[in-house]
């Protein structure tokens, strides 16, 4: 049973920064890419970043330059550096996993962290 468990979210003002954490089961970073998505309230839910397996990572337009994605597999841990934080950042942050089926279709969820950003 693969467990993804975020942690880091909370609420902060629009120019801030946050780390939002993902511990996974052991060795699924080294068998899966690797994600994050988000859900603002009212809209579908989005791909932010992505990592591979060997390491190439990938960013959605809208936070380029201001989104880290990085992992430690010694702490089988997923991490999302957020920097220069925007209102619009707000939402549910999910870690994902195993990405077989797609960018928008990984096999495994979190259960999500809040992320506030006020102005």
């Known amino acids: 049973q693969v467990q993804l468990v975020e942690s880091g979210g909370g609420s902060v003002q629009a120019g801030g920064s946050l780390k939002l954490s993902c511990a996974a089961s052991k060795y699924i970073l080294s068998s899966c890419g690797m994600g994050w998505h988000r859900q603002a309230p009212g809209k579908e839910r989005e791909l932010v970043s992505t990592i591979s397996i060997g390491g190439p990572a990938s960013y959605a337009d809208s936070v380029k330059g201001r989104f880290t994605i990085s992992q430690d597999h010694a702490k089988n841990t997923l991490y999302l550096q957020m920097n220069s934080l925007k209102t619009e950042d707000t939402g549910v942050y999910y870690c994902?996993?195993?990405?077989?089926?797609?960018?928008?279709?990984?096999?495994?969820w979190g259960r999500g962290t809040q992320v506030t950003v006020s102005s």
């Open positions: 994902a996993a195993c990405y077989e089926l797609g960018p928008n279709h990984p096999n495994y």
